[in-house]
């Protein structure tokens, strides 16, 4: 390896470019380094120069300019290049490892399934994320998550072959939150809920005989979005009613309902009646002036409102959803708001960052308005510590691009309550059948858990006019499982 001493421009402003030639499997992993150091990819004139060689071992050569940063062989993984890529980079411009080391993935609870079928699991995930230098409260959420989740993820691809979550897309909002990068579009005052929820349902119908004939059975049934309960009432109990006659329904069966503007006694009335066991009500924060600034077309005491007549019926667990790091928000604001909801005690409650793209018109919008990183890991630090005070636990963890500092999302659950869905969505150990606009389909293909996917439009104009042409792509993509992966 290079010695540090000849690294150039080392702690001073250097040009962020790249370019990189190696296997295609790396090009994820390189990428996202990369964007952690603040390179842009740029072919023609780039500044550092990446190449990776697979044989038996690996090979790394990094450049910067004219200089040498970077010349390493007999690395003996793919991680081992990463985590030397990631030392040439940070010598060249100054920027330490953060809380996570040298994990790069929006999901690093993947990290630890190649440890979940060992009986000294937790001994050797801590090896592992010592080696990987991730902090010790990192460490410590990761390994909490983990013994949780083991239950819960395959380890073997055989074991899941015939089991699908199912996702159903509603990618539409009755109005736009100012923080949302999401391609869901607000519902227009005119819009064709006919045609929308004809799609639907047909969509619907063709996944239930795609399952029968299949012999796939349903780990887990989820609507999201958008706003899935922006369906006009008479709409959504259509739709409800189709899914309880064509999927065989599982134990688990969520709607997300996000936006209390967006739920009335009709919505959850056709809930109860079709089978719906798990509702999302998601606040986000429960002061009327931030829910105003951050356009939330809905007050704290609506949320209060909702949630008391969702307690009336008879679901098996409530999320709720709220945001650290909102335009003027503040710490007491983060207290206030987990005192409230650990004293309404739903049996999920799942606690987002802030993620804003840094240079988007919303993120100068706010410019000023954003709590600063600290105040922001103080609102995440403390309201992690409260919630396991109160007796919940984190059950799922993930990282998001533009994410504040090094925070992450922590889905949190009373015992018992863990939502199969949200596990299943970060572990990418099972098959997606996904209906509806923006949906997405993936089918598992060999024993590393890859997978092969097909992707429906979120542009709800172009799946109703192209709905078959996608729902053969889906029907091709799943036949490819009749030869795959069973336990014989
Ligand atoms: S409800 Fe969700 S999807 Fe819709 S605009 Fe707000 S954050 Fe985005």
Same mark, same amino acid.
Request: with cysteine; hydrophobic share 40%.
């Given at each position: ?61 990094? !450049? ?36 996570? @080391? =040298?994990?790069?993935?929006? *999901?690093?609870? %993947? ?13 050797? /995930?801590?090896?592992?994320?010592? +080696? ?30 015939? %089991?699908?979550?199912? $996702?159903? @897309? ?19 005052? +005119? ?27 349903? +780990?887990?049934?989820? $609507? ?19 899914? /309880? ?21 009709? %919505? ?5 009646? $079709?089978?719906? !066991? ?23 005491? +609506? ?7 969702? *307690? ?42 802030? /993620? ?31 919630? *396991?005070?109160?007796? =919940? ?17 922590? @889905?949190? !659950? ?6 199969? =869905? ?6 990418? *150990? ?9 949906? !997405?389909? %993936? ?26 042409? =996608? ?18």
């Amino acid at each position: 390896m290079i010695a540090a001493a000849n690294v150039p421009n080392a702690r001073s402003v250097i040009e962020r470019t790249f370019s990189w030639t190696g296997p295609l499997s790396c090009h994820s992993m390189v990428a996202q380094i990369m964007l952690r150091y603040g390179f842009r990819r740029e072919e023609a004139a780039p500044y550092v120069r990446v190449a990776l060689t697979e044989g038996d071992t690996w090979t790394l050569r990094v !450049t910067a300019g004219d200089a040498v940063i970077a010349a390493a062989t007999a690395l003996t993984s793919r991680a081992a290049a990463g985590r030397a890529l990631q030392d040439a980079l940070g010598r060249l411009t100054g920027q330490k490892l953060g809380a996570w @080391g =040298y994990l790069i993935g929006m *999901r690093p609870t %993947k990290v630890l399934h190649p440890f979940f079928a060992q009986d000294d699991y937790a001994q050797a /995930a801590e090896r592992f994320l010592r +080696d990987a230098r991730v902090a010790p409260a990192e460490r410590q959420l990761l390994q909490e998550v983990g013994a949780l989740q083991r239950e819960y993820v395959a380890t073997d691809w055989r074991d899941v072959a015939r %089991k699908v979550a199912v $996702y159903i @897309g509603i990618p539409l909002c009755p109005s736009h939150c100012s923080y949302c990068s999401f391609p869901a579009r607000i519902a227009a005052p +005119d819009e064709d809920w006919e045609r929308l929820t004809a799609d639907l349902c047909r969509d619907v119908e063709r996944a239930g005989a795609l399952m029968r004939r299949h012999g796939l059975t349903a +780990d887990s049934v989820y $609507y999201g979005g958008g706003t899935p309960t922006v369906l006009p009432a008479p709409y959504f109990a259509r739709l409800l009613h189709t899914v /309880a006659d064509a999927l065989p329904l599982p134990e688990e069966y969520t709607v997300e309902a996000g936006r209390p503007d967006t739920i009335d006694a009709a %919505k959850l009335q056709a809930m109860v009646r $079709y089978g719906v !066991t798990r509702i999302s009500i998601n606040p986000q924060t429960l002061q009327d002036e931030l829910l105003a600034r951050i356009h939330r077309a809905h007050s704290a005491a +609506d949320v209060g409102r909702i949630y008391q007549a969702v *307690r009336a019926l008879p679901f098996q667990s409530v999320n709720m959803d709220l945001i650290a790091g909102l335009p003027g928000q503040t710490v007491e604001d983060m207290r206030a708001n987990i005192r409230t909801l650990t004293a309404w005690r739903p049996e999920n409650i799942t606690v987002h960052t802030l /993620a804003l793209k840094r240079h988007s018109p919303l993120a100068a919008a706010s410019a000023g308005e954003l709590p600063s990183a600290a105040a922001t890991a103080q609102m995440q630090r403390e309201a992690g510590e409260t919630l *396991r005070a109160a007796g =919940y636990l984190p059950y799922y963890v993930y990282r998001q691009k533009y994410m504040t500092a090094d925070l992450a999302n922590v @889905g949190y !659950t009373l015992p018992g309550y863990i939502c199969r =869905y949200n596990i299943q969505m970060i572990a990418e *150990r099972m098959h997606i059948l996904g209906i509806g606009p923006g949906a !997405t389909n %993936k089918v598992l293909k060999n024993e590393a858990f890859q997978f092969a996917r097909c992707y429906f439009p979120w542009d709800a104009d172009v799946y109703h006019r192209r709905q078959e042409e =996608y729902l053969r792509q889906r029907d091709e993509l799943f036949a490819g499982l009749a030869s795959k992966g069973e336990r014989v």
